[in-house]
């Protein structure tokens, strides 16, 4: 049929809603990285989304209730941290530039997450040392359930936070992926 | 209860073939895909605005028919074509909503995308999701009542 839309003009609308600066938030999906698919997001202000074994459908009304309902697949928005997560996953790149948008978080919340993302690549911390810096270090338990909820996961560290006698403990994209993660950093062996 | 405004991807995925298709006859393969960015970016910008889910379809054809118009007028400038709102933000379907509060849902779109907006019936059959017969049903059985309720 003549009037199903060719990939290029739906690319073509994709490209120039986003360069008209009319989206909330523009996303990809990452089909296949180290550690497997992921969707990214990101808005004006960072990333404000990474997801493991992301359900679409789930990820786009929840993004669309945080910031807005212009949320749109749109592949260039993405270029910059695709490039930092590829020079990440494949061993050249131990910062991320891209800045993370966590504006639609709890305070106590933003407050780990900035302690978090001084933790160095390579390095490991525990819940409790992170607890005592954000602020009450008898707080480790609440601070595990913001490393669990954290958005940005591998571009905020989440993954070099261990627990006191150097276990694993836990990760939202699951321990294989914490392990791989730590691994690649040379943080374990 | 309404609909929660779905997010734009989810809009976007479900009316783009059908918009694209609505152009297509009205303004020939070339000239509809410029009109089809257009739409959708007007679509996008007027999107923070919605209040509701509701009614999708209807909204993204007015939308588009609106390109049309602004699209002949532009190639036609003595313009002897009817004068339409030129804002996005209120579109027409919602401005003639309150004159047809006490239609049913399908009465009322096809009363305003038939007398507000010049579409045909066939046209109008598939913004609704229905056929051009009963969307010519809906159109005369709303009007039926209008007249009625506003003599």
């Keep these: ?189 | 209860m309404t609909t929660a405004v779905p997010p734009f991807e989810t809009f976007y995925e479900a009316n783009r073939t059908e918009v694209l298709r609505f152009l297509g006859r009205r303004l020939g393969r070339q000239q509809a895909e410029d009109a089809f960015q257009d739409t959708f970016l007007r679509a996008l910008r007027a999107y923070p605005r919605l209040e509701h889910g509701e009614h999708l379809r209807a909204w993204v054809l007015t939308i588009a028919s609106r390109v049309v118009l602004d699209d002949v007028r532009k190639r036609r400038p003595q313009g002897e074509l009817p004068e339409l709102g030129v804002e996005d933000a209120r579109p027409a379907f919602e401005e003639l909503a309150p004159l047809t509060e006490g239609l049913s849902a399908s009465q009322r779109a096809a009363v305003v995308l038939r007398y507000g907006y010049d579409l045909g019936y066939d046209e109008i059959g598939e913004a609704l999701g229905s056929t051009e017969a009963a969307a010519r049903q809906a159109a005369s059985t709303g009007v039926r009542r209008l007249r009625k309720e506003q003599p």
């Design chain 1, 1 to 189: 049929m003549t009037d199903t839309i060719s990939p290029a003009l739906d690319e073509r609308f994709r490209a120039a809603a986003a360069a008209e600066g009319l989206l909330d938030v523009a996303y990809d999906l990452l089909p296949d990285t180290p550690v497997g698919a992921l969707l990214v997001g990101v808005t004006d202000h960072g990333v404000c989304r990474i997801s493991f074994d992301p359900q679409p459908e789930l990820e786009l009304e929840q993004l669309a209730r945080l910031f807005g309902p212009r949320v749109l697949r749109s592949s260039q928005p993405l270029e910059r941290v695709r490039r930092e997560l590829d020079e990440y996953f494949s061993g050249t790149r131990s910062r991320f530039e891209v800045e993370p948008d966590v504006r639609a978080l709890p305070a106590y919340n933003q407050r780990v997450l900035a302690e978090l993302a001084r933790v160095e690549y390579g390095r490991t911390t525990t819940y409790g040392t992170l607890a005592a810096q954000s602020g009450n270090p008898r707080a480790a338990r609440a601070v595990g359930t913001v490393m669990n909820r954290n958005p940005v996961p591998i571009v905020l560290p989440c993954h070099r936070v261990v627990g006191a006698n150097g276990s694993l403990t836990g990760y939202a994209g699951g321990l294989d992926r914490k392990e791989q993660l730590l691994r690649l950093e040379g943080a374990i062996l």
